[in-house]
Each structure stands twice: as structure tokens, then as C-alpha cells.
């Protein structure tokens, strides 16, 4: 049996104190980074295990985050999710955290599992996804001051949010594939979106209307809004590329499981020649979120930097969690990231 790695060990060959060894585990923000990193090398050559239970009592920190898995729709655009979930954990993991799942269906249910887990387990922040206008979860966390940051804007009050955020710039995102079909020629560029109301989906819509806009084009008639499935998508496309339609030669799709429904119809026989003019030039199409599914069937989509998301969440949390407290008036900091368009053979 192989001896038990002990502190000692650990600081003997990052060639420091045992208690540098501790603060560079519990409090890394007392320690130089060029120390903390050594110490995390030794840790890992040398496979030391921190005792969780003795370091929850000396500390009163559980080194938990908590956030939610959220329900598998139509199994396409849940790997947006899993992606986020896979960076956050790894980002977590090298900053000395361990992230918690959990479930919970609505605003109401999650903050009682808040309450549950607050009890039970003691994380010391959430990360919450999935933000929306009034949302009641960010005011319950806030009044009881709770640390957390959200995967997503404070949709409705960006000045007065009160807390740290992290989000993709989807207006940015269609802004660019929007442009991407403009200089291929298109000018009837239609939109497939969800019901207003939804902040990341008019976000979305905003950069695809302003971009035409800009080149001079009314967008006007050149939408369909719908519910966020394959089939949805499939019948809005129906509806604006058919007879009777708007002249329209290409699409950009709010998310990849209403592009994909446009692909079908775009390449049913009759309808998208009619629309794109000629069978050499079918009905261009672009979706949202750059799923396995759009690399299996050469979807070009826009891809969200979800790795970078994830990390940018920790690096917020542990800024809250381990660094000096910020002052009274200091703004909660944020980050808007942008996305990029991955171009494949739909368009």
C-alpha cells in the first residue's frame, strides 16, 4: 500500500511552508501566483487529496458551486448545456471548486431547491442559467446574500442589475451571418425566431433587422416567430419560403432545431427552387449554437464561445468568493462575449 501524501509532503517539494501550502489552497488570493501554481504542481505530481470535511470545518467554505441541469427538449439543443456544464466543471476544478447539480422546473421550484441545498450541502455560490425578464431567482438570491453570477444577461435591467453576469452577444452572432449572406449575394434574407419576449431570442432577432437594416433593406414581412423544435421550424420555413411568400432566398435561424427544420423545407422538392430561383441555388440556411447535429449534416452555424463562458463565470465567482471585498459603489462586473460563425455547406 502506497504511503498517504501529506501537506508536508506537498511543501517540501513546491519548496515552501505548509502553511503557504494551506493559504494557496483555501485562500489563493494571499499568495503570489507564481507560488500558488507551484504548489498546484506539487499537488498534482504528488496526487494529494484535500480533506473536503476538514477543510469545510477550519474554513466554513464547502468549495461547492451549485447550478442546474436543466430538462433535455429535443435532445439538439441540449448539448448547448452540456458544453457549458463540461467547461464550467474543468474551469472550477482548476480553481479548487467542485460543482453541484441539481434540478428544479421553474423559478419557484429552483428557489426552493436553493433553500434545500443552502441546508443540506452549503455551496458557497450558484450559477444560473436560463435568465429571463423578472426573474425571480436573482432577487431571492440577492436579498439573502447569497454569491452568485448568471450565465446570461439581467434581461430588462442592465444598469441596476446588482450582480455579476456572463453572456454570449447574440445580436453579434446573426449580425455576422447575416452580413456572411449579404455578400453572397442575398438581399430577402428571412428570420426564423421564437415569440417576443424572450431576451436572447429578440436579441438575436435585433442583430439580423438592424444588419439588413444597414444595407438598406426593410425587414418587414421577412420573419416568422415559433416555438423552438425541428418541426416548428420546419413549418415557419413552409410559410415564408412557399407560395404567396416574400421572395426569400436565404434564412438565419434563431437556434440550430429551427434551422434544421428550415433545411428540411428548404430542400423539399419544389418549394425551395421557387424561392431561391434555380436548382443550382437552394435556400440558404444558418442556425444558432453550432450543435453536434449542424456539424453532422453541414449546418453553417454560429458558434458561442461556451468554454470561455464557463471559465469567465468561475473567474467572476472566485473573484467574489476569494478576493478583497469590493467597495460599496463598485458596478458588479460583467462580460459580453462574441460569438463566431462556423461556414459549412448550407450556406
Known sequence: MTEKVTIADVARLAGVSRQTVSNALNTPDVVREETRQRVLEAVERLGYRVNQAARQMRTGRSRLIAIRIEPDRDGINGSVLDRFLHGLTDSAARSGYRVLLYTADGDQSEIDTFEDLLGAYEPDAFVLTSTHHDDLRTSWLRDRKVPFVTFGRPWGD??????????????????????????????????????????????????????????????????????????????????????????????????????????????????????????DRPVAVIGFDDTPVAKAVGLTSVSQPLAEAAAGCVALLARLLDGPAPAPDDPPAHELLDPSLVVRQSA
Open 158 to 279: 442592465l444598469e441596476g442589475a446588482g450582480h455579476p453576469w456572463v453572456d454570449v452577444n447574440g445580436a453579434a452572432g446573426t449580425a455576422a451571418a447575416t452580413r456572411h449572406l449579404l455578400a453572397a449575394g442575398h438581399r430577402r434574407i428571412g428570420f426564423l425566431g421564437w415569440p417576443p419576449g424572450s431576451g436572447v431570442g429578440d436579441d438575436r432577432r435585433e442583430g439580423w433587422a438592424r444588419t439588413l437594416a444597414a444595407a438598406g433593406i426593410d425587414p418587414g414581412g421577412l420573419s416568422r416567430a415559433t416555438s423552438d423544435g425541428v418541426a416548428d421550424g420546419e413549418a415557419a420555413a413552409h410559410d415564408l419560403l412557399g407560395p404567396g411568400g416574400s421572395g426569400v432566398t436565404a434564412l438565419v435561424c434563431v437556434s440550430d432545431s429551427l434551422a434544421l427544420g428550415a433545411l428540411h423545407a428548404a430542400r423539399s422538392p419544389g418549394l425551395a427552387w421557387r424561392a431561391g430561383g434555380s436548382a
